[in-house]
């Protein structure tokens, strides 16, 4: 069965940092470009950064541009978010998603599919 498993939130303090992990299974993820989005309460669902499969191409989007890398280790089938200088406005259910190829795309929430549970990130200033 093909899923995503994200993992690594918590509760952090304004200015602290947290990394996310997220393990794909059922799949080899190195085919893919993978992206981050996140989802606060009342709020849609918004990309956070997006990686092709190689890693040579990332997407941020301009509220998190110099504070967040993302990363990805095809051979352990991982994609990595690390998240500094953390605001409140990071407080989200943080989701991974791929796409059908290899690129980044526009990096919308709409090109990926394959959607995790998720894994919070609550950030208290």
């Known amino acids: 069965q093909l899923q995503f498993v994200e993992s690594g939130g918590g509760v952090a303090h304004a200015g602290g940092s947290l990394v996310i992990s997220c393990v794909g299974s059922?799949?080899?993820?190195?085919?893919?470009?993978v992206g981050w989005f996140r989802q606060a309460p009342g709020k849609e669902r918004e990309a956070v950064s997006c990686i092709s499969s190689h890693g040579v191409d990332t997407v941020y989007s301009d509220s998190v541009k110099g504070r967040f890398t993302i990363s990805r280790d095809n051979f352990k089938n991982i994609v990595y978010l690390q998240m500094d200088n953390l605001k409140p406005a990071d407080t989200a259910n943080y989701f991974c998603?791929?796409?059908?190829?290899?690129?980044?795309?526009?990096?919308?929430?709409?090109?990926?599919?394959?959607w995790g549970q998720g894994t919070q990130v609550t950030v208290s200033s």
């Open positions: 059922g799949f080899s993820l190195g085919y893919y470009g």
């Open positions: 998603a791929k796409r059908s190829d290899g690129g980044v795309g526009e990096c919308r929430a709409d090109e990926y599919s394959y």
